[in-house]
Every structure is written in structure tokens, then in C-alpha cells.
């Protein structure tokens, strides 16, 4: 089986791609050589993602936290769209995306999708937002609303205070910490994550990391967090995959080092600085080569 070497260097390191496994478990996630072209043979023909090639191992207890960088337009949305199998970006025009070693057919609760806007139900209350997973399998009404107010504690709301609010009710950090509840509390294996915190305040945004990486850690689930902020994806993740200008394609896969302190505390550190700055720089190096506008 290929190696990824997750080294936990001080400055982020380019990985080699990984290939799928010769035997043993499958992969979590394998994309192979996969295009995305939309309106194909029309004029208004458009290829957003072409040869994307990438896989994650499934390592036993571990979930690996891959932050996605790159810039608008390049296709992040869609590959994100893609293992959850969310039209019209799925099913992807050519190559494979295997999820767990099976092809993607359609969403499924095995993947847990938390998107940038916050996309809460307007006409159920908090507690009832975050149930609703539970609702849509069955689980009586007692128990998930019991399991809903345990979750409202993990994502730092208040179960008594904040159960009957209704979502015009809450600032945006607490929108985020519903919409997390709502995905986690089916404890999919794969979280997928859409700027999730794009619209909040730096400070928020920090205290919202510390949450994740909590509820990451405790879930040992595979995510996926897509993000335009350099200083959110070298925290966050595990792995870091820039993408080039449209038609995205992943040009780097770096291995950063995980995050064991605190957001504040970590990111004023000059090691993490300094992985910042290479980051950005590779960044800024694709936004000055000439996009490919050819599709
Ligand atoms: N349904 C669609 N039909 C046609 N083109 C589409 C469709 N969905 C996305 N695209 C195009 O595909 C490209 C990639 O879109 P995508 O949303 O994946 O980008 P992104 O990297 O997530 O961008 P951003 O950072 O702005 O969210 C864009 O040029 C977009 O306009
Ligand atoms: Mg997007």
C-alpha cells in the first residue's frame, strides 16, 4: 500500500498522491482522474474540475482533516458535491469517485454536509432543527429530542435556553453551532464542510475551530473543510489540497501539522506563521499564472 507520510513538520510539506490500496481496507475517499463538465455539448459547454486525482486512507480510529484551498470558482463546491452525491455537480462527467471503496450513487447519511449559508429549517425550533436527521429515520420523538439537547450542549448552546428558539432568533456563530449539531448528531463517517464559518468574526470563527476540532477528535471522522482562509485550513487541517485556477485541478498537497493547542494559541506561533506564508505564496503564484480559460 502506498504511504501517505503525515509528517507533523514545522513547515508544511509536499505529499506524493496516494494510490488505492493493493488489498485491506478500502479507501475512505478515492477520486480517480475525475472531470466535471457542465452543459457538455452545448454553448454554454464549462469544465469546473478536470483530472482530479486524490485519496484518503482509512486508518483505523483516525479521521483525517483535509483543508481545501483555492481560489473562487476552481471547482471546491464541486468536488465537495461530488462525494456527497448532490446534483448538478454529481454524478461527475468522467472518471471515479469511490466512497468506502463503493461508487457514490446518491447522498447518504454516511456523509454529512454543512454548508456556508446558514441553512437552517426557518419554521422549527432549534431543538427541532437538530433532530431532524433522527425525525427522517424514525427515532421516537423523546429520544431524539434527548439526543438533540445533548448535542446542543456539545456545540456550546444552551439546551433549556436555546431549544425553542426559532433561527431568525440566533446570531450567526449560534446558526453554525445548530447546523453542526444537525449534521454530527448522525455521526456520519465523512463531514463536509462549505465555508462553514465564512461569514462570522474572527473571534468567533476561533472559538468555533477549538469546537470542531473537539467534535472532530471525539467523532474520528474524515472532513472535508473548504475555506478561503489560509491561517482556518493550516490550523484545521491535516493535509492541505490547493487547487488551481478553473478548471480546478489539486497542484499541491501539503502535510501540515495538526492542530493540538488551542486556535489562538497556535496560530501566534512562528511556526505556523511561517507555513502561512508558504501557503499563501504557492497561492499566490497560481492567481499570477494565466488561468486556462479553455474547456
Ligand atoms: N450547475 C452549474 N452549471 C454551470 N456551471 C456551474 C454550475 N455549478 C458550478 N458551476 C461553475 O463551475 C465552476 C466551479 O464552481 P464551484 O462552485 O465548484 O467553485 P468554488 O471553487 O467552490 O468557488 P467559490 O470559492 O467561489 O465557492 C464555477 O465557474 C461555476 O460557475
Ligand atoms: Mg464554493
Keep these: ?8 513538520s514545522e513547515q508544511p510539506c509536499e505529499l506524493k498522491v496516494a494510490v488505492a490500496p493493493a488489498g485491506g481496507q478500502p479507501l475512505v475517499v478515492d477520486f480517480r482522474r475525475v472531470t466535471k463538465t457542465f452543459d457538455a455539448g452545448t454553448p454554454r459547454e464549462f469544465t469546473a474540475i ?6 484518503v486512507e482509512n486508518i483505523p480510529n483516525i479521521g483525517e482533516f483535509i483543508g481545501v484551498l483555492g481560489p473562487s470558482g476552481c471547482g471546491k463546491s464541486t468536488m465537495l458535491r461530488l462525494i456527497a452525491g448532490l446534483a448538478p455537480q ?27 449559508d446558514y441553512a437552517n429549517f426557518p419554521h422549527r425550533t432549534v431543538l427541532d432543527n437538530v433532530a431532524f436527521g433522527l425525525e427522517c ?11 438533540a439537547r445533548e448535542w446542543l450542549a456539545k456545540v456550546g448552546l444552551d439546551p433549556k435556553k436555546d431549544a425553542n428558539k426559532y433561527p431568525h432568533q440566533l446570531s450567526g456563530g449560534m446558526h ?5 449539531a444537525r449534521t454530527l448528531i448522525m455521526h456520519p463517517r465523512i463531514i463536509l464542510m462549505d465555508e462553514p464559518f465564512g461569514a462570522l468574526d474572527p ?32 490550523y484545521l487541517g491535516d493535509r492541505v489540497f490547493i487547487f488551481s485556477p478553473s478548471p480546478g485541478t489539486i497542484v499541491h ?11 489562538r494559541e497556535m496560530q501566534a506561533e512562528p511556526a505556523f506563521l511561517a507555513s502561512v506564508r508558504q ?17
Design 137 to 147: 429515520q424514525q427515532v421516537p420523538e423523546n429520544d431524539r429530542r434527548e439526543r
Design 1 to 8: 500500500m502506498a504511504k501517505i507520510e503525515l509528517t507533523a
Design 203 to 234: 473571534t468567533t470563527r476561533q472559538r468555533m475551530q477549538d469546537l470542531l476540532v473537539a467534535l472532530w477528535r471525539e467523532l474520528e471522522a474524515t472532513v472535508f473543510f473548504i475555506t478561503h482562509d489560509v491561517p482556518e485550513a493550516v
Design 176 to 180: 453554525q453551532r445548530v447546523a453542526i
Design 50 to 55: 478536470r483530472e482530479v486525482t486524490f485519496a
Design 253 to 263: 498537497q501539503l502535510a501540515v501539522a495538526p492542530p493540538d493547542r488551542p486556535a
Design 90 to 116: 454529481f454524478p461527475a462527467t468522467s472518471g471515479t469517485v469511490l466512497v468506502h471503496g463503493e461508487p457514490v450513487v446518491e447522498p447518504g447519511p454516511d456523509r454529512g454536509f454543512v454548508f456556508q
Design 279 to 295: 501557503v499563501r505564496s504557492l497561492l499566490e503564484q497560481l492567481e499570477d499564472a494565466k488561468p486556462n480559460t479553455s474547456s
